[in-house]
Nanobody, 115 residues
């Protein structure tokens, strides 16, 4: 499975961005996908996850502002980020788990929120 993120960039506080993650390889075997982020000097943390049954989980820090979704027909996952804050600045990584065992990561996309 290969994952490619897109949609990062620079935005002012209060603005919005939409991240996309395109999966290729054997995407039909993916049971969980998600978004993680890592800010400078901090550990990577989960932002949101979605299962192949569209069950979602969202981190408390972004709940009410971020929405995760996926389009199985396109083998894509999205993260809609609204009301962005400077503390959301990080590299955002796409994650996928295949057959409950194998884990894959994208190369990351930078999101920078200016105050």
């Amino acid at each position: 499975v290969q994952l490619v993120e897109s949609g990062g960039g620079l935005v002012q506080a209060g603005g919005s961005l939409r991240l996309s993650c395109a999966a290729s390889g054997r995407p039909s075997e993916i049971d969980v996908m998600g978004w993680y982020r890592q800010a400078p000097g901090k550990q990577r943390e989960v932002v949101a996850r979605i299962t192949n049954r569209d069950t979602t989980s969202i981190a408390d820090s972004v709940k009410g502002r971020f929405t995760i979704s996926r389009d199985n027909a396109k083998n894509e996952m999205y993260l809609q980020m609204n009301s962005l804050k400077p503390e959301d600045t990080a590299v955002y990584y796409c994650y996928a788990r295949q057959r409950g065992i194998y884990e894959y990561w994208g190369q990351g996309t930078q999101v920078t929120v200016s105050s």
